[in-house]
């Protein structure tokens, strides 16, 4: 797998900035990888909820589908946090 330097820097920018995660996929889908900030991977190996290995598919599936409608309420609630400020300060 081979990305540009500019690519690579612009992702880890956007890590630092927003929090989120980035997901590569090789082609074919075969692999895929998560870049984090080490304090995010850290946070996972020390969260009482990193036993997914006992969960069941259905009980894996619900939890992604929460932390998934947990990540855009808080970029909903960001992003009209961000308009009216904006609207705001450009009188």
Same mark, same amino acid.
């Given at each position: ?16 900035? #927003? /929090?989120? !995660? =980035?997901?590569?996929?090789? %082609? ?15 946070? @996972? ?6 036993? @997914? /290995?006992?969960? #069941?598919?259905? $009980?894996?599936?619900? %939890?992604?589908? $929460?932390?998934?409608?947990?990540? !855009?309420?808080?970029?909903? !609630? ?9 609207? =705001?300060?450009? %009188?």
């Amino acid at each position: 797998m081979y990305m540009q330097e500019g690519v690579y820097n612009k992702i880890l920018d956007l890590i630092e900035k #927003t /929090g989120d !995660k =980035f997901v590569i996929t090789e %082609k074919g889908g075969e692999r895929s990888y998560v870049m984090m900030t080490v304090e995010d991977y850290e946070k @996972l190996l020390s969260s009482p909820h990193n036993d @997914l /290995g006992n969960l #069941t598919e259905d $009980q894996l599936l619900e %939890k992604i589908n $929460q932390e998934i409608a947990l990540w !855009k309420s808080n970029n909903q !609630k960001n992003s009209k946090e961000n308009l009216i400020k904006n609207i =705001f300060s450009n %009188k």
